[in-house]
């Protein structure tokens, strides 16, 4: 993810048809999107729809327009304000891939309460007051670079820690490192590159749809 510390956050807008049409991109509105993006009770057009009413402060002036465009338009935001698309999540599979990572360290869903209780005590950050506040890309800056003495990093070592060979002298160790690694197990595992990458490959998939429903039948 791009960061500079020139970089301003308070004015996240794009521009459409002669309107202004601020954005809120606080970390909670992303979360939300990743959650409704996971919802099946949701259609994907209502899910576009959904989500640009998340972010968009002014959806009134887009309620009327084609999903097409509300497509396109949720995609642009995905991609150029925040940083998530696709061919990035492809190259970081193929690092983590070259490093023999496997498995998957923390899911923002499970792990809310070790994020919260990690974000306070570090940062001395209380993450419920700062929903609506907090801008996305400040958000993971402070979650990957937290203090390696923080439960947070605690429970994705954990996770991460290879289950050492038996030999005479570590039996009671590896039950140790195997208690904890069940205590901490993941059920369903989701990344923010997992959580940004099902988004786009759904709205993708709704954009392809579209097409074929406007494309005009050949005689």
Not at 27 to 39: G, M, S, T
């Amino acid at each position: 993810m791009s960061f500079r510390l020139t970089d301003t956050f308070d004015g996240d807008f794009l521009e459409y048809e002669g309107h202004k049409l601020h954005l809120n991109l606080c970390f909670d509105n992303v979360l939300r999107a990743f959650e409704l993006f996971e919802d099946d009770m949701f259609n994907g057009f209502e899910k576009v729809d959904i989500a640009l009413e998340i972010f968009v402060e002014e959806y009134e002036l887009i309620a009327d327009i084609s999903i097409e465009e509300k497509a396109e338009m949720l995609m642009f935001i995905f991609r150029e304000f925040l940083d998530l698309e696709e061919s990035k999540f492809e190259s970081e599979k193929e690092d983590m891939e070259s490093q023999e990572v496997t498995g998957k360290s923390f899911d923002f869903i499970q792990d809310a309460g070790i994020i919260y209780a990690s974000f306070l005590h570090v940062y001395h950050i209380d993450l419920f007051e700062q929903q609506g506040k907090l801008h996305w890309k400040k958000f993971i800056q402070l979650l990957q670079h937290i203090d390696d003495k923080s439960k947070f990093k605690e429970v994705v070592n954990i996770r991460k820690m290879p289950l050492p060979k038996a030999d005479k002298y570590n039996s009671e160790y590896r039950r140790n490192i195997a208690k904890l690694k069940q205590v901490y197990a993941l059920d369903k595992p989701q990344t923010e590159e997992e959580a940004a990458e099902k988004v786009n490959r759904q709205l993708s998939s709704i954009a392809d749809a579209l097409k074929r429903q406007t494309k005009p039948k050949g005689r």
